[in-house]
Nanobody, 119 residues
Framework: QVQLVESGGGLVQAGGSLRLSCAASGTISSFKAMGWYRQPPGKERELVATATIGGSTNYADSAKGRFTISRDNAKTTVYLQMNSLKPEDTAVYYC?????????????WGQGTQVTVSS
């Protein structure tokens, strides 16, 4: 059973920084990639950044140059360092893990952590 637990959200002023963490447990060896998505108020969930097991990263245009995704050496925790935060970054941020095809291409989600950026 896979479990993803996020932490690090909160309230910050525009221009500030936050670091989100996502600790994974369970069949971590099945993960092809881990990443972060967000859901702004009244909008659909959207990609923020992903990192594959091989180290490749992908960022949404809105995150490029401001956010950095990283993983610890044990590959059990993924981080999202968010700098130069803007009010439009306000959202619930979700950790995601996607498995390899031979594990069914399954998506696992954390419970979400609120990030609020005040102007």
């Amino acid at each position: 059973q896979v479990q993803l637990v996020e932490s690090g959200g909160g309230l910050v002023q525009a221009g500030g920084s936050l670091r989100l963490s996502c600790a994974a447990s369970g069949t971590i060896s099945s993960f092809k990639a881990m990443g972060w998505y967000r859901q702004p108020p009244g909008k659909e969930r959207e990609l923020v950044a992903t990192a594959t097991i091989g180290g490749s990263t992908n960022y949404a245009d809105s995150a490029k140059g401001r956010f950095t995704i990283s993983r610890d050496n044990a590959k059990t925790t993924v981080y999202l360092q968010m700098n130069s935060l803007k009010p439009e970054d306000t959202a619930v941020y979700y950790c995601n893990a996607r498995t390899f095809p031979w594990y069914g291409n399954r998506d696992y989600w954390g419970q979400g952590t609120q990030v609020t950026v005040s102007s």
